[in-house]
Nanobody
Framework: QVQLVESGGGLVQAGGSLRLSCVAS????????LGWFRQAPGKEREFVAA????????YSSDSVKGRFTISRDNAKNSVYLQMDKMKPADTAVYYC?????????????????WGQGTQVTVSA
């Protein structure tokens, strides 16, 4: 059973930074395509960023481009989301997402595995 466990959420002021982490309890972590999504109250879950298993392909949404950076450390079975210059609009529950076979599935949010989420709140 694959488990994804997020951490690093919390309360930050506008303009500040947070770093989210997601640890995966899987073997062969290096083959997994990984992503971050978020869901604000009353809104649908939306794509934030993704990184392919090769680490050579990274996508991020227009709303976070230039502010958020996704990265991975295969030795630690972890994926990270560095969030800088944060805005109140970034307030949401952030979810880790993973799929061993399809990067497109991670981009669409239709991959196999999800974490439980971590709350991020940005105050004005």
């Amino acid at each position: 059973q694959v488990q994804l466990v997020e951490s690093g959420g919390g309360l930050v002021q506008a303009g500040g930074s947070l770093r989210l982490s997601c640890v995966a309890s899987v073997s062969r972590f290096g083959i997994y395509n990984l992503g971050w999504f978020r869901q604000a109250p009353g809104k649908e879950r939306e794509f934030v960023a993704a990184i392919a298993w090769t680490d050579s392909i990274r996508y991020s949404s227009d709303s976070v481009k230039g502010r958020f950076t996704i990265s991975r450390d295969n030795a630690k079975n972890s994926v990270y989301l560095q969030m800088d210059k944060m805005k109140p609009a970034d307030t949401a529950v952030y979810y880790c997402h993973a799929d061993p076979n399809s990067f497109d599935a991670v981009l669409r949010g239709t991959g196999d595995y999800w974490g439980q989420g971590t709350q991020v709140t940005v105050s004005a």
